[in-house]
């Protein structure tokens, strides 16, 4: 699964932000049913936003300009909308 990859790979503090149509309660039980352990998660805090991407106010209302990085990838079929914005922390030196 993307975010066990990216718990991985990702410094502490970490922030994977999911940006879609499922309300928060239902991403996080299919999230789980797909094998994600969310209380196991140690680098990366899972960020739950509601709305539709092709929406600009709903998309302007998250704080991109506070992301290091934006990345949608769909990880499950189109049927259920469920999009990833991917914010992360850059990896100190």
């Known amino acids: 699964m993307f975010s066990q990859v990216l718990e991985a790979l990702l410094a502490p503090g970490s922030e994977l932000w999911m940006f879609n149509e ?12 797909g ?3 969310i ?11 509601e709305g539709n991407a092709v929406i600009k106010r709903h998309l302007e209302n998250l704080p991109l300009e506070t992301f290091d990085s934006v990345s949608c990838i769909t990880l499950f079929s189109v049927s259920l909308s469920l999009m990833v914005i991917s914010k992360v922390t850059a990896c100190g030196s």
Do not use: M
């Not at 209380?39 to 936003?49: A, F, P």
């Open 22 to 33: 499922v309300p928060e309660k239902e991403r996080e039980k299919k999230l789980t049913d």
């Open 35 to 37: 094998g994600l352990d």
């Open 39 to 49: 209380h196991g998660l140690e680098n990366i805090t899972l960020v739950h936003r």
